[in-house]
């Protein structure tokens, strides 16, 4: 083969349908679904969820917005959702296949460990036989961490304590769930359960939620879902599970929180172990896979893309990484940037973001001004949400007024995202938005509120 690629996921099925249509012999090794954990327990299955629980959400407060709804008239049925959850899932997973196949990419099931290097190329073993390639991508992704913490074995095999495969096949909404983790898988199940009848509690070791969010933004995000019922135990660590029980420590001192069922999404680490990686001697950082920006890694003829190379562990991230890796196999000129990748939490209200926060910009001794306006300034967000309270902020370098980030929180943020993350990738200035014409009302409107703050 001209290339091999282990692991397909959205890493390696991006190469492998690039490189497929580029006219290489291409083959992608997968040991469990096609699609990876985006498609199969990542993105796909929880945004469907959470489509579900927004209509259920908007269902129980349509009389906000004139629409009478007897008492008791609407219900969830948390079997049907699971079974559409499925339908999509296999829809594009098929989707997927057809476009290996349109780009006559072999898929072979099975483990792939990487086995020598020799003049010819590089081997990988798949199931007892050995191929060939002349170029390699490890897209082997990641995987949940799991800490040693007592009781953890116990739970999992119980299914007490749940990572995101199993919680989002849960067939029966659970009456409790303590959530351990306050990041995005965390926060977007705690809003799931929330919105369907669950007692959710998070339980996070920060002194905030949502990882390195825009402070007021994880704020706003945390009133928000206290208002709506979930308890947060912030700089709170879980510390033993036992039946229908977590123990958590603050400060010293232990309490034991009642559950039904708990779910451990306290981050992911690349997938490398036992995979002839270490003994190519590829190099390695915490676990993570070392890439240079055109995704090479230090070992000629191997590549490697998406979570294996921590960082940001994002599908969008993988799949550009991919490209990158596919072009610079082809030896057509490419460059992995990391400057504006937007990221988004999709919780009720949607939560988006893209390059420097005010933090980040004071770390990095970046002289910035900043505009910071209420979503309530654009006239669709209005409209269509009563009582919001979401908040937009821009960043702009001082001296070139150049956008370096922005933060939103409201409705549509992980769409309305992409117009800024377009701007800070092509490092727009202030004077060159203020000339963008955005369509009347929308969400995005607010984007250019917020610049017009700004001096040219
Ligand atoms: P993966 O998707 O992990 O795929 C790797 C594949 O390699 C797997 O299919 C695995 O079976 C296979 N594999 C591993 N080892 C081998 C081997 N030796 N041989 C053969 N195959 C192997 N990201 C977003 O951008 N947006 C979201 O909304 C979002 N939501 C998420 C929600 C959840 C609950 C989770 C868990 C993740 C979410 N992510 C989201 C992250 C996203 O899923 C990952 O960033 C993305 O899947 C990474 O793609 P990848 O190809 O690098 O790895």
Redesign the pocket.
């Known amino acids: 083969f001209d290339l091999i690629i282990?692991?397909?996921?959205?890493?390696?099925y991006m190469a492998a349908e690039r490189a497929g249509h580029a006219g290489r012999r291409v083959m992608l090794?997968?040991?469990?679904?096609l699609g990876?954990?985006?498609l199969n327990?990542?993105?796909i299955p929880?945004?469907t969820l959470l489509k579900s629980a927004k209509v259920y959400d908007d269902a129980l407060m349509s009389s906000k917005y004139g629409i009478m709804v007897e008492p008791g008239a609407v219900s969830y049925d948390q079997a049907t959702v699971i079974n559409r959850k499925n339908k999509v899932v296999k829809i594009l997973v098929a989707g997927i296949r057809s476009a290996l196949k349109a780009g006559n990419v072999e898929v072979v099931a099975?483990?792939?460990?990487i086995a020598r290097k020799s003049g010819d190329g590089i081997s990988v073993e798949v199931n007892g036989d050995l191929f060939l390639a002349k170029a390699i991508i490890i897209?082997?992704?990641?995987m949940p961490i799991l800490p040693p913490i007592e009781g953890l074995e116990q739970g999992l095999t119980d299914g007490f304590v749940l990572t995101?495969k199993e919680i989002?096949d849960l067939k029966k909404i659970p009456e409790t769930l303590v959530v351990v983790g306050g990041g995005?898988?965390g926060l977007?199940m705690a809003s799931y359960f929330n919105s369907v009848g669950t007692k959710v509690i998070v339980v996070e070791m920060l002194d905030r939620i949502a990882g390195s969010t825009d402070k007021d933004i994880s704020d706003i995000l945390m009133k928000v879902y206290e208002k709506k019922g979930v308890t947060f135990c912030l700089e709170t660590k879980a510390v033993k599970f036992s039946a229908g029980k977590v123990k958590i420590e603050k400060d010293g001192e232990t309490t034991d929180l009642k559950a039904e069922k708990v779910l451990l999404s306290i981050g992911?680490h690349p997938?490398t172990d036992g995979?002839g990686f270490s003994e190519l001697g590829i190099e390695m950082n915490r676990g993570a896979i070392v890439t240079d920006a055109q995704m090479r890694t230090n070992i000629p003829g191997v590549y490697a893309?998406?979570?294996?190379t921590g960082g940001m562990?994002?599908?969008?991230?993988?799949y550009r990484e991919a490209e990158v890796a596919v072009n610079t196999i082809l030896d057509i000129e490419d460059v992995m940037k990391y400057d504006a990748i937007p990221a988004?939490i999709?919780t009720n209200p949607e939560v988006g973001a893209v390059g420097e926060t005010e933090e980040t910009a004071t770390q990095k001794g970046i002289d910035f001004e900043i505009a910071n306006v209420s979503m309530r300034f654009s006239g669709r967000y209005v409209a269509e949400n009563e009582g919001g309270n979401g908040i937009c902020k821009v960043l702009i370098k001082k001296n070139t007024r150049k956008i370096i980030g922005c933060h939103l929180i409201g409705s549509y943020a992980s769409e309305v995202i992409t117009t800024a993350a377009a701007f800070v990738e092509k490092e727009l200035t202030v004077r060159e938005i203020k000339k963008i014409i955005f369509p009347h009302p929308s969400v995005s409107e607010i984007i250019r509120e917020a610049i017009f703050q700004f001096e040219d």
Do not use: F
Request: with cysteine.
């Open positions: 282990l692991g397909g996921g959205p890493a390696g090794v997968e040991k469990n679904q990876g954990v985006c327990e990542g993105c929880s945004k099975g483990s792939g460990a897209a082997t992704g990641s995101n989002l995005v898988i977007e992911r997938v995979l893309a998406g979570d294996v562990m994002l599908a969008h991230k993988a988004a999709y």
